[in-house]
């Protein structure tokens, strides 16, 4: 949810202006994660997740038709949702004309969200490798049954042999028994502080 919001309307939906840049976009497929640029037009769903109430965000342009349509549907006119006051004209005036046809026009889908035309062409250029077929046996090979070697067991690394003494002697190094720990020291301490 926003800052600056005040009461919300009915209807779970909001547009207003992104306010930072931190925003993901929950649109469909090639837009989703995208980040909702600060200042962008961006409209929110109402999501309950474990019982407190957030918008989940996308671009306007990744609207879809079924979402105007449910829209339209809850609200019923334009002028109830919530944000709409706030914007500048020319965006209130994209929200009606996308209301009026139900879905957003071609210029306001954001570039995330359109299928790259570029990288299809150049897949396209591109000749596909191919398997080389098969060898075919002679029909001499195919009398005598083929000369089939018999397939080897993939190799093992060999095991290392550690014996308990090298191990004890790596542990030994690491950890110098000989010195107390610093528990064993400050109890030392407080022994000494006694006796005193």
């Known amino acids: 949810m926003s800052d600056n919001e005040g009461p919300a309307k009915k209807g779970g939906y909001r547009v207003e202006y992104a306010s930072s840049g931190r925003a993901k976009c929950k649109g469909p497929k090639p837009c989703?994660?995208?980040?909702?640029?600060?200042?962008?037009l961006r409209l929110g769903s109402l999501v309950e997740i474990r019982g407190a109430a957030n918008y989940s965000w996308r671009h306007?342009?990744?609207?879809?038709?079924?979402?105007?349509?449910?829209?339209?549907?809850?609200?019923?006119?334009?002028?109830?949702?919530?944000?709409?006051?706030?914007?500048?004209?020319?965006?209130?005036?994209r929200i009606r004309r996308a209301f009026e046809e139900?879905?957003?026009?071609?210029?306001?889908?954001p570039p995330s969200a359109g299928k790259p035309a570029a990288a299809d062409a150049v897949e396209g250029d591109k000749p596909?490798?191919?398997?080389?077929?098969?060898?075919?046996?002679?029909?001499?090979?195919?009398?005598?049954?083929?000369d089939e070697r018999p397939k080897k067991a993939p190799a093992r690394k060999p095991r290392v042999k550690v014996s308990?003494?090298?191990l004890t002697r790596t542990c030994s190094n690491l950890i110098d028994y000989r010195k107390p720990s610093r528990r064993?020291?400050?109890?030392?301490?407080?022994?000494?502080r006694r006796r005193l």
């Open 32 to 40: 989703t994660g995208t980040d909702i640029p600060k200042g962008a």
């Open 60 to 93: 306007w342009g990744c609207a879809s038709s079924k979402l105007i349509s449910n829209m339209k549907e809850r609200l019923g006119d334009v002028e109830e949702l919530d944000g709409f006051d706030e914007l500048r004209d020319e965006d209130k005036d």
């Open 102 to 109: 139900g879905k957003v026009a071609e210029a306001d889908i």
């Open 128 to 146: 596909k490798k191919k398997r080389a077929p098969a060898k075919k046996k002679t029909e001499t090979e195919a009398e005598e049954g083929g």
């Open 164 to 166: 308990w003494l090298s």
């Open 184 to 192: 064993r020291m400050a109890l030392n301490q407080k022994r000494n």
